[in-house]
């Protein structure tokens, strides 16, 4: 191989580590983005003036999942897709790190037009949090979600709610209220997990602490923790 054959061989090899290396750095970006918008929603929510999840509720909550900017759209038949986040408490009351989420769905119905939702799902006991992290789950079928009470001082001590596990919320234009996700589909996002954690670990694993992860993001991460203590009541 001549001068020439070794330059034109070097300079693709360095174009192709350069492309891969761009476009794992834009799907970084784009988890990224994703948790910073998880952490908005739940801070605006949480600071609204009364409008807000029951603190009664938060207080026993086991794990918060927040799937922003969720779209649904459609004309007679409609579907709606989003992507979060979900981290849970652990026994000394401190928060997982993140694991990213996808949930999908379809409706039927008289429907025109498209509209950008905010989820809020609230996991109230391990049993619901453990069927929630599996590979694939579907409300209605592995369990129901509860629409959720609003308002700092609602009530929220009634057997429905002391049962439930899991109460969902939702915020569109400014108004916030609970909501009802039966046939939709929550799985686990092994592909950002991969690209955010640089492994593809299952939600679980990260959510419950069973391996180690080190995210490319720690300041993200950091604040989306702190936002969940502080609006998250703990006595």
Avoid: C
Wanted: no cysteine; glycine share 10%.
């Amino acid at each position: 191989m001549d001068i020439r054959q070794t330059s034109r061989v070097t300079t693709s090899i360095t174009l192709v580590m350069f492309l891969v290396g761009t476009g794992s750095a834009l799907a970084q970006h784009e988890e990224l983005e994703r948790l910073e918008s998880a952490t908005t929603v739940f801070g605006e929510i949480m600071d609204a003036p009364d409008n807000v999840i029951p603190r009664s509720i938060l207080k026993k909550a086991e794990a918060v999942a927040i799937i922003p900017n969720t779209v649904k759209a459609g004309f007679i038949f409609g579907g709606h897709r989003g992507k979060g986040v979900i981290s849970a408490r652990n026994a000394n009351g401190e928060w997982s790190q993140p694991a990213f989420l996808t949930l999908t769905g379809a409706s039927f119905g008289l429907q025109i037009g498209g509209q950008s939702v905010d989820l809020v799902l609230v996991i109230m006991n391990r049993k619901g949090l453990e069927k929630l992290l599996q590979n694939e789950f579907k409300f209605g079928a592995d369990a129901s979600a509860v629409m959720g009470p609003v308002g700092r001082d609602a009530e929220a001590t009634t057997d429905l709610y002391l049962r439930a596990e899991i109460i969902s919320y939702s915020r569109t234009r400014g108004l916030f209220a609970g909501i009802t996700l039966k046939g939709s589909t929550l799985k686990a996002d092994r592909d950002a997990n991969e690209r955010f954690y640089g492994y593809p670990y299952g939600s679980g694993q990260i959510v419950l602490e069973e391996e180690p992860a080190t995210p490319h993001n720690a300041k993200a991460v950091s604040d989306w923790r702190a936002t969940l203590a502080a609006g998250v009541p703990t006595n």
